[in-house]
Each structure stands twice: as C-alpha cells, then as structure tokens.
C-alpha cells in the first residue's frame, strides 16, 4: 500500500537555476516541466549552495483550482488552492513538495506564479535574499536602484534608460544577497508594462495587453537588442515622484526613512531572518539615497545620467 503517494514514478528531473541558485525538480508531468522551463529555463548558475529539491506529483482532476492561500509558521510554509492542489515547503531541509491536478498544469502560468515560483522565492529569500520592490539599471558598472509608489514609473524609467544604453536588471523585483554585500538579483529577461506604457513607447503599440495571474492587465515584453544583466552592485538609490509639469529635480532624503520604507515592504519573516534582511538593506540606505522628482521620461533620464558621470 502507498496511500501517501511516496513511491510514485517521478521520470522527469530537471535542475534550474531560479535567481541563480539550483534547484532539482522531480516530477511526473511533462507539463509542471514546460512551466518550469517558461520560469526558469536560461537562468544561469551563480552561487554554489545545496539545491532546493522539489517533487511535484500530478494526478487527474477536471477542476480549475481557486487562487491558493499562503501560510507560514516557522521554517513551514503552505499552499493551499483545494483538496487537489497544495504545496508545503521546509526551506531548513531544502525540501518542497507539490500536489497537483490536470487542470491546474493545463494553465502553466498559474502553477508557475502560484506555486513553482512561490516555492523558489519563499526558501530562497528565507535562506540567502531580501526582496526589493524596485527596478534596477546600470551605468558604468554602478547600479541604480529604482524604488517608489506604485505609479512612480519604476519599470518605464528603467526601460528608458536601457534604451538609452543603460544596462537593464530588473523591472519591480529585485533581492539583495545577504552574503553578497551590495550584490542584486534581478530577472533581465522580461519587462511587464501597464497598459498606458503603450503612450510613451511606440513601439508598445498593438501589443495586447494580457492578465498577469494576479489578475492585473500588463503588455509583458522580452527586452530584445538591450544590454541586460542578471546582477550589479547597488551604487545608488533612487526614489521617484512623478509630477506633472514638474521639472527633474534630485534632492537628498535620510538614510533612516529610506530604511523605514524598505522594511515596510518586506512580507514577515522569522525574527533571524529579518534581521538579516536588515542589515543588508541598511547598506543600501547609507547610499546617500535621492528623491528624483520628474515628469518626463528624458529629463528623469538626464538626471540620473548626472549621478553617475
């Protein structure tokens, strides 16, 4: 008898390397694979550390499941959608494990936001990172961190400087190495825009517009014929304040605030990691962080040309 499902055949093993580090994926669906490889296929290797090993396991089922429910206690975290698609991961074993109907590997974009990347980031920023709600760009080797409100114009000042022959990093998401002093990590390899980019890049024109599994509505580009990095070294950070009819002005603002802000925007971790998550965001704070008002895209772009001359 196997009522746990343990000895089930898992024929595919695959290892990725989601924001650099492996992963063993072990699984009995070709299709968790191809979601696997839309997510994470490219990544190259860069840090030497045990790879997270995670079984996922598919079995029949008509339904689509509902958007899961994440939970965590201690070194425990759940997804948890219905009886038929749930996910528990043990980041201190480097262990996840993933049940799955047919239905839900039928919409690969769901598995992979909802629980194949869930899972990655969850043990990755547990054990090594701390996430950045910010776009990230180069210049002459420094990197210039673009943080702000929602609507600030994170993601379209950041594709404008890589049009301009910035190095592009990330888009809204970014994670600093604990260990790495001001290394970060960002995915290069797309850009998602809100629709109203369309009326700043031409070239976004007649690019539908699709719901992210969020359920929010982007145009998500790959950033052909740009320089793109998968990590820098942070040498800046800047706050943007769009303002209409606003000329692009650079002002300093506290390293404590700055530090303030970046902690309220982590999710709660266990106390040690917090901790962590701390320091290596307070070596950012003491950067000499600015507040970049601007209300168009060519003069925001000249200004931060003027930081790194």
């Not at 869930?118 to 180069?138: E, G, K, R, S």
């Amino acid at each position: 008898m196997d009522p746990f499902l343990r000895e089930t055949p898992l024929e595919h093993r695959c290892i990725y390397y989601p924001l650099g580090f492996p992963l063993q994926l072990k699984t009995n669906s070709a299709e968790v694979v191809r979601a696997a490889e839309a997510s994470w296929g490219g990544w190259p290797q860069a840090f030497a550390k045990p790879p997270l090993e995670l079984r996922t396991i598919v079995e029949p089922g008509e339904e689509h499941p509902p958007i899961p429910v994440y939970r965590g206690q201690a070194h425990l975290m759940s997804i948890v959608s219905d009886r038929e698609n749930f996910a528990m991961c043990d980041y201190t074993r480097h262990f996840a494990y993933c049940r799955l109907n047919a239905a839900a590997v039928g919409d690969p974009s769901f598995v992979s936001y909802y629980f194949l990347e869930a899972i990655a980031n969850f043990a990755l920023t547990q054990l090594y990172l701390t996430p950045v709600h910010a776009a990230c760009v180069a210049r002459k080797g420094q990197g210039v961190l673009l943080s702000g409100a929602s609507g600030a114009g994170k993601t379209t000042l950041a594709y404008f400087c890589a049009k301009k022959g910035w190095t592009y990093v990330s888009d809204n998401e970014s994670w600093l190495v604990r260990a790495g002093g001001r290394v970060l990590i960002g995915n290069p390899r797309r850009i998602r825009f809100r629709e109203s980019a369309a009326d700043l890049f031409p070239e976004l024109k007649g690019r539908p517009a699709a719901p992210h599994p969020n359920g929010k509505m982007s145009i998500e580009v790959s950033p052909e014929g740009l320089e793109t990095a998968y990590q820098c070294g942070v040498e800046r950070v800047v706050f943007l304040a769009r303002q209409a009819g606003s000329p692009a002005t650079l002002r300093s603002i506290r390293s404590g605030d700055t530090l303030e802000y970046f902690l309220s925007e982590l999710p709660v971790y266990e106390d040690w990691v917090r901790e962590e998550q701390q320091i290596s965001l307070n070596r950012i704070a003491e950067l000499n962080p600015m507040e970049l008002r601007y209300s168009d895209l060519e003069g925001a772009w000249r200004a931060l040309e003027s930081l790194v001359a």
